[in-house]
């Protein structure tokens, strides 16, 4: 499985912007998924955006308009713009392997980062 390590998280001011790195062991290579999800304490994690091998994106209605996926060979980018205290939480990134549209459901992805925190205040 591919091994996936998220980096950029941090304290930022409401309408700020931070982007958000996730990075693979190998380049990232078709066909797959990414995601980007978020959770807090008592939930389940909320999916934010994926993007599949073909550079197909979709987007949360809860970030939508402010966040923007890019990637490079073994990067995934979650660029986040005008910030709000309720997009605080811990941002995962995932991958899954196969031809098919992305879904935006934790379930269906085998595998996971670490997280990393992003406060909003």
């Known amino acids: 499985h591919v091994q996936l390590v998220e980096s950029g998280g941090g304290l930022v001011q409401p309408g700020g912007s931070l982007t958000l790195s996730c990075t693979t062991s190998?380049?990232?290579?078709?066909?797959?998924?990414m995601g980007w999800f978020r959770q807090v304490p008592g939930k389940e994690r909320e999916g934010i955006a994926t993007?599949?091998?073909?550079?197909w994106k979709t987007y949360a209605d809860s970030m939508k308009g402010r966040v923007i996926l890019t990637k490079d060979k073994n990067t995934l980018y979650l660029h986040m713009n005008d910030l709000k205290p309720e997009d605080t939480g811990m941002y995962f990134c995932a991958h899954q392997s196969g031809d098919f549209v992305c879904h935006p459901y934790p379930n269906w992805y085998t595998d996971w980062g670490q997280g990393t925190q992003v406060t909003v205040s």
């Open positions: 993007s599949d091998s073909d550079g």
């Open positions: 190998l380049a990232l290579y078709g066909p797959y998924c």
